[in-house]
């Protein structure tokens, strides 16, 4: 496991704290060294089997503001866009149509953004 981040040594630009480091300090702390560090650094499930199972709980929850940054690690994972797809189309009997919907437009996003970088 890697060391553990202290105030001394995490990343002054961590996706935490660009998002909301200057209204909530102490939670972007937490999202860094408890989520990041500890909950998904945890040996019984792979990196990429978490982003599956995270991106399915934002899709299903519609948590969209939270879903492109879950689906861009998901790619960065291994995860296919095919996979993201079926995914999304499997949530829509579950979690509703609008739901699927609305998750299809981050990913169609997400997946240009990748596209043109």
């Not at 299903?60 to 689906?71: D, I, Q």
């Not at 009997?93 to 739901?99: E, L, N, R, S, V």
Request: glycine share 6%.
């Amino acid at each position: 496991m890697n060391e553990p981040r202290t105030e001394q040594n995490i990343p002054a630009s961590t996706t935490a704290r660009k998002a909301f480091g200057d209204i909530a300090p102490d939670l972007a702390r937490y999202t860094d060294t408890v989520l990041f560090d500890e909950v998904w650094a945890r040996p019984g499930l792979a990196p990429r089997e978490r982003c599956i199972v995270t991106v399915t709980c934002l899709i299903s929850l519609y948590r969209g503001n939270e879903l492109g940054f879950h689906l861009r690690k998901a790619l960065e994972t291994g995860v296919t866009e095919a996979e993201i797809i079926e995914i999304i189309t499997h949530l829509a009997f579950y979690a509703g149509w609008p739901t699927a919907s609305t998750a299809l437009g981050i990913a169609r996003q997400v997946f240009a953004d990748r596209k043109e970088s």
